[in-house]
């Protein structure tokens, strides 16, 4: 069974038979997010499209940290049948887990996860390890409970329960709100229940200090995304609220940090007033001060990235080598990965290039794997590399050219127009 599925659930309030998505493996190199998602408890949810109702699945599975070398199993008490039964789904869960692995990455933790009965002492565990304190706990958890309340209460209600819980708003809180919102998104709910809480998520958004700080570093972060250049990204970092927006901004165009930006931000502190020079002249040392820490950081992970290239060259199975080190397989690695075929080309060395080229096969595959059947089909289209190779593809994926096939290459035409390509 794969790690991730699509069961038939029975809603218990209405008895609306839907279909929600369900995780067996949850592994943190994979998918990062995985971490967040069990931190706070909210895995394998279901939410009714009918009623709206809303819970956890009593379902198990495994949570795998492997830089930690770390397996939890999660085996509900409620899953029915004998002890025998469940022994047996736990050795389903821990096969499925090694068997995603390449054999050098099987090591012998893998074989005695630690089992949890309820998702509390699970969830409990998993905060241990990230250096998450009993105080921090329970402030999660005062702030679902909150949360829940506000939901169920009218809007007359809500001005007074947010000055009486404000301590209780912040990122964590909105990521809680954000993920929430993702989990209508995934039942295809849009009724009132989804639109209560939309309200509520808006409501936050601009009552709260928390959410006005996200609200302009979203705005600040967009703004410069819709309009990259040196002048719009000079204006960003000006107006961003807080060092965080700052960083993200130093992370998304430190491409344009070169003479020529420098040159703009110290015309903008000619002809302003004391306070106001003295703030730029600090934005810029700030953010020089980043590009330092981010280039550092670049150079550490493309030397991350070139062992990981390395492991996919010495396995004998690239493919679950590559499956297990998804979330590495990034726009670094693809440099890497380009380099090294260049190079070796330069020097001619096929037995090199074959091997670079066979990992290139398989990152390739997998990228294709996780993308909707229009875009692989277009992404084929454009390395074709003559009339009749791009006449069979198009022979052999006539259903899908339908009307969102060709909206999506006008879109892809106008981006590259836009950008020059």
């Given at each position: 069974?794969?790690?991730?599925?699509?069961?038939?659930?029975?809603?218990?309030?209405?008895?609306?038979?839907?279909?929600?998505?369900?995780?067996?493996?949850l592994d943190v190199r994979v998918d990062p997010e995985v971490k967040s998602r069990v931190m706070s408890g909210m895995v394998n949810m279901s939410s009714c499209p009918a009623c709206g109702m809303a819970g956890p699945l009593n379902l198990p599975f495994i949570y795998h940290d492997p830089e930690k070398e770390i397996a939890l199993l999660y085996l509900p008490m409620g899953l029915g049948g004998s002890e025998v039964e469940r022994q047996k789904s736990a050795g389903v869960l821990t096969r499925q887990l090694m068997d995603s692995l390449p054999m050098e990455e099987r090591k012998g933790y893998l074989l005695q996860p630690?089992?949890?009965?309820?998702?509390?002492?699970?969830?409990?565990?998993?905060?241990?390890?990230?250096?998450?304190?009993?105080?921090?706990?329970?402030?999660?958890?005062?702030?679902?409970?909150?949360?829940?309340?506000?939901?169920?209460?009218?809007?007359?209600?809500?001005?007074?329960?947010?000055?009486?819980?404000?301590?209780?708003?912040?990122?964590?809180?909105?990521?809680?709100?954000?993920?929430?919102?993702?989990?209508?998104?995934?039942?295809?709910?849009?009724?009132?229940?989804?639109?209560?809480?939309?309200?509520?998520?808006?409501?936050?958004?601009?009552?709260?200090?928390?959410?006005?700080?996200?609200?302009?570093?979203?705005?600040?972060?967009?703004?410069?995304?819709?309009?990259?250049?040196?002048?719009?990204?000079?204006?960003?970092?000006?107006?961003?609220?807080?060092?965080?927006?700052?960083?993200?901004?130093?992370?998304?165009?430190?491409?344009?940090?070169?003479?020529?930006?420098?040159?703009?931000?110290?015309?903008?502190?000619?002809?302003?007033?004391?306070?106001?020079?003295?703030?730029?002249?600090?934005?810029?040392?700030?953010?020089?001060?980043?590009?330092?820490?981010?280039?550092?950081?670049?150079?550490?992970?493309?030397?991350?990235?070139?062992?990981?290239?390395?492991?996919?060259?010495?396995?004998?199975?690239?493919?679950?080598?590559?499956?297990?080190?998804?979330?590495?397989?990034?726009?670094?690695?693809?440099?890497?990965?380009?380099?090294?075929?260049?190079?070796?080309?330069?020097?001619?060395?096929?037995?090199?290039?074959?091997?670079?080229?066979?990992?290139?096969?398989?990152?390739?595959?997998?990228?294709?794997?996780?993308?909707?059947?229009?875009?692989?089909?277009?992404?084929?289209?454009?390395?074709?590399?003559?009339?009749?190779?791009?006449?069979?593809?198009?022979?052999?994926?006539?259903?899908?050219?339908?009307?969102?096939?060709?909206?999506?290459?006008?879109?892809?035409?106008?981006?590259?127009?836009?950008?020059?390509?």
């Amino acid at each position: 069974m794969p790690s991730r599925f699509y069961a038939n659930v029975n809603c218990p309030s209405c008895g609306t038979r839907f279909q929600t998505p369900v995780e067996q493996i949850l592994d943190v190199r994979v998918d990062p997010e995985v971490k967040s998602r069990v931190m706070s408890g909210m895995v394998n949810m279901s939410s009714c499209p009918a009623c709206g109702m809303a819970g956890p699945l009593n379902l198990p599975f495994i949570y795998h940290d492997p830089e930690k070398e770390i397996a939890l199993l999660y085996l509900p008490m409620g899953l029915g049948g004998s002890e025998v039964e469940r022994q047996k789904s736990a050795g389903v869960l821990t096969r499925q887990l090694m068997d995603s692995l390449p054999m050098e990455e099987r090591k012998g933790y893998l074989l005695q996860p630690e089992t949890f009965i309820s998702m509390e002492t699970l969830v409990k565990r998993v905060l241990e390890l990230e250096g998450v304190t009993d105080e921090d706990m329970a402030r999660s958890q005062q702030q679902r409970a909150f949360l829940n309340e506000f939901v169920s209460a009218s809007e007359d209600e809500w001005d007074h329960m947010l000055a009486e819980n404000a301590a209780l708003i912040d990122e964590a809180f909105f990521s809680m709100l954000q993920y929430t919102l993702q989990l209508f998104a995934m039942s295809g709910q849009e009724g009132a229940d989804f639109q209560t809480f939309r309200d509520v998520y808006e409501y936050f958004v601009e009552k709260s200090e928390i959410g006005q700080l996200l609200k302009k570093r979203s705005e600040a972060i967009s703004g410069f995304a819709e309009n990259p250049s040196r002048e719009s990204f000079l204006q960003a970092l000006i107006d961003a609220p807080d060092d965080e927006t700052i960083y993200v901004l130093v992370q998304s165009g430190i491409s344009l940090m070169d003479y020529a930006f420098f040159q703009r931000l110290v015309k903008r502190m000619e002809g302003v007033g004391p306070d106001e020079k003295e703030r730029l002249a600090e934005l810029r040392r700030q953010i020089l001060s980043i590009r330092e820490e981010i280039t550092q950081q670049g150079q550490e992970m493309i030397m991350t990235r070139a062992a990981l290239l390395e492991k996919l060259l010495n396995t004998e199975d690239p493919l679950k080598m590559a499956r297990s080190h998804l979330s590495e397989l990034d726009d670094t690695f693809s440099f890497v990965l380009r380099t090294e075929l260049e190079e070796a080309q330069r020097q001619g060395n096929q037995k090199s290039l074959e091997s670079l080229q066979r990992i290139a096969g398989v990152i390739n595959r997998i990228m294709e794997e996780n993308m909707p059947p229009e875009v692989v089909l277009a992404r084929r289209l454009l390395v074709t590399t003559s009339e009749e190779q791009a006449r069979q593809l198009l022979e052999q994926n006539q259903a899908l050219l339908r009307a969102p096939f060709f909206q999506m290459l006008e879109g892809l035409e106008e981006n590259s127009r836009q950008e020059g390509n």
